[in-house]
């Protein structure tokens, strides 16, 4: 019975681990989508909007990854 509990918190932690890269893209994606919309929206020569938010983007997606793991650890 302590084995099958202890195999099932096992698995919950690995399918954790597995979503964290799909999230992480996700994220960056989405910043970068919207730095790109700005850059469309106001124009200017070196696409600073989308540099800065996709920086930004994987700045949170690193402390959401950070946060999660810690979490695991628990």
């Given at each position: 019975m302590s084995d099958n509990r202890q195999d099932k918190k096992q698995r919950n932690k690995w399918i954790a681990l597995i979503n964290i890269?799909?999230?992480?893209g996700i994220v960056i994606f989405l910043f970068s989508w919207f730095?790109?919309?700005l850059d469309e929206e106001?124009?200017?020569p070196k696409n600073?909007?989308?540099?800065?938010?996709t920086l930004l983007g994987v700045?949170?997606?690193?402390?959401?990854?950070?946060r999660q793991v810690n979490q695991l650890n628990k």
């Open positions: 890269p799909l999230q992480m730095g790109g919309w106001y124009p200017n600073i909007y989308r540099i800065i938010f700045f949170v997606a690193l402390y959401n990854v950070i």
